[in-house]
């Protein structure tokens, strides 16, 4: 009986390393690593993020290496930093040319999210051109971003509560060849993180 | 009026002739911590250059590249190459306020030097080049510069054997096109590396790598004149543009983004081996170091149209010396052999005036 009680105990008291449900990855880059990765499910049906996303500025640098927002939505941007910027759209997909303009510190502006689902747009400043950071238009709640900064990684990133329905994932990297992939139950996945048909890294992916 | 108390007044300048003394041994200005400097300043690191399609280029390229950059042919009259403005024996740059074309004009800026371009974002004063590749032709072909439609640089190359020896090596194949030579000119150029500076060697742990004065320079760099503000990361720019109120006349980025907001804005120049690339500013109005600190130090010289960042700084003499002491630590002499040309290229060619 002692043993049964410990035995519950323990089981209580140890984390839950991978919870149903929970999709887990890795990226390991032996050199370069891309800017950003979005890792999404693409086939949530019908629904997105509930607020549009928000992006600061500080010391010189967007707050977020990328934002996921939906068709409609009013992204804003604010400017906590000590200097002006000026955001733009540095893109070429279509119907995203929009042009925040001047942000003095402290102020706050907005643009839209007009372009087709699934892309991508950069955003720049015309007075920092190395600033960037992008917007999404992925209407899914099932994502992770990871921002390869600084850490020589591994880079891991957890998707909570995924439907088992849903089963085709996507990543998104500035400059790399995105992945489409279909997710198998309990299963250890490895793919191979490419540009243009060059090895950059590795992604390890489980459900 | 008699000193009624002479002896005094010995006292007096005997207590404070030391006081003094040691404010300026021992600096009104605090100096950094090392985990201040280690916050504040780096060494550029190769492994952030982001290089076209992520490939360093192969030395056969920057070999190219270098022929390609001291050659006359490039010049319509053949009396100009890149290194003729962008003098390697003068900071890269020509020593001149404004260079002259092929024709004898004045242009209408200060040449910029190319020191460390390898970390840059943006080309020319006003940031018109989003690589260094497309930066490359645009001298060449422009009139008012070295005048040679890009045409005729082809023709003029593609009738030089020595080129499709190059070009082979270079590239696999001898075709000559505008994009390697593009590419081969900005390889070169990327190739132009200052990394071991006095500065450097200071932060790798020398404390005598530079002076007293220069590490108070370097307190003010960061503190009271806050020159970090722009001149930041490893190259001292933050290749971010600004009005810093030098002139009222040229449009600057403005110009090039149409954004009236940034007229008269332009680039913020990195600041290693600028002690070698004067006059300064994008006019070249400034001809020393210690001009350019006095320009903020007194808030710009057209303070109506300067942005936010730009005010007087009151520096005393002695922080101007110290910020031209420190500036004079972020030098390091680049030599570089010039190809020989003489023996290969036809002088003023008749065919190639055509």
Redesign the interface.
């Given at each position: 009986m002692k043993k049964t009680y410990s035995a519950l105990l323990f089981c209580l008291a140890m984390p839950n390393l991978l919870y149903p449900g929970d999709v887990t990855g890795v990226f390991t880059f032996p050199e370069?690593k891309p800017f950003v990765a979005l890792v999404y499910f693409a086939d949530d049906p019908g629904s997105g993020p509930e607020m549009c996303g928000s992006l600061d500025q500080k010391n010189?640098a967007f707050s977020k290496r990328i934002v996921t927002a939906k068709t409609g939505c009013e992204v804003t941007f604010l400017n906590s930093d000590?200097?002006?910027h000026?955001i733009f759209a540095l893109s070429s997909v279509s119907d995203a040319a929009f042009d925040v303009?001047?942000l003095p510190p402290g102020k706050t502006s907005s643009a839209i999210v007009e372009w087709a689902e699934g892309e991508v747009v950069r955003l720049g400043c015309?007075?920092?051109?190395?600033m960037r950071s992008y917007i999404a238009n992925v209407p899914s709640r099932y994502f992770a971003v990871v921002s390869f900064e600084d850490a020589d990684g591994p880079f891991s990133f957890t998707i909570s509560d995924v439907p088992d329905e849903l089963d085709q994932v996507k990543v998104w990297f500035p400059?790399m060849d995105p992945i489409e992939l279909t997710l198998e139950m309990n299963r250890d996945q490895s793919i191979d993180v490419t540009?243009?048909d060059q090895s950059y890294g590795t992604l390890e992916i489980k459900r | 009026m008699k000193d009624r108390h002479p002896r005094r007044r010995w006292n007096l300048a005997l207590i404070f002739l030391p006081l003094t003394c040691g404010v300026r041994l021992f600096g009104e200005v605090e100096a950094l911590s090392r985990e201040e400097v280690r916050e504040y300043f780096s060494t550029p690191d190769p492994f952030d250059i982001e290089y076209p399609e992520d490939v360093e280029p192969d030395g056969a390229v920057v070999s190219l590249g270098k022929e390609l950059f001291f050659d006359k042919l490039l010049s319509y009259n053949e009396t100009q190459s890149c290194a003729t403005c962008h003098n390697p024996d003068h900071g890269f740059s020509d020593g001149l306020r404004f260079s002259l074309g092929a024709n004898g004009e004045a242009l209408s800026r200060n040449t910029p030097h190319l020191y460390n371009l390898a970390w840059n974002v943006t080309y020319f004063w006003d940031g018109r080049s989003e690589s260094l590749e497309a930066q490359a032709l645009e001298p060449i072909r422009a009139e008012g510069e070295m005048n040679l439609p890009l045409d005729t640089l082809l023709e003029r190359l593609r009738g030089e054997t020595r080129y499709a020896a190059l070009f082979k090596e270079a590239f696999g194949d001898s075709s000559v096109t505008l994009d390697r030579v593009g590419e081969a000119i900005a390889s070169f150029e990327r190739s132009i590396v200052v990394d071991d500076t006095p500065f450097d060697r200071y932060l790798r742990g020398d404390e005598n790598a530079i002076s007293a004065a220069s590490k108070r320079g370097m307190a003010l760099f960061v503190g009271k004149a806050a020159c970090i503000k722009c001149h930041d990361g490893p190259n001292f720019t933050d290749n971010s543009y600004h009005n810093i109120g030098v002139t009222l006349t040229d449009g600057g980025r403005g110009s090039v983004v149409g954004d009236d907001t940034l007229t008269g804005a332009f680039k913020v120049p990195g600041l290693r081996n600028i002690l070698y690339s004067s006059p300064y500013m994008h006019d070249g109005s400034l001809g020393t170091l210690e001009e350019v600190v006095r320009f903020y130090n007194q808030g710009g010289r057209h303070k109506e149209v300067a942005n936010e960042l730009i005010h007087p700084l009151k520096l005393t003499e002695d922080e101007i010396r110290d910020l031209v002491s420190f500036l004079g630590s972020l030098n390091q002499p680049y030599l570089v052999d010039r190809p020989d040309h003489r023996h290969s290229n036809s002088l003023v060619n008749s065919t190639h005036l055509k």
């Open positions: 370069r010189k000590e200097m002006q000026n303009g001047l015309k007075i920092h051109p190395k400059k540009r243009r | -």
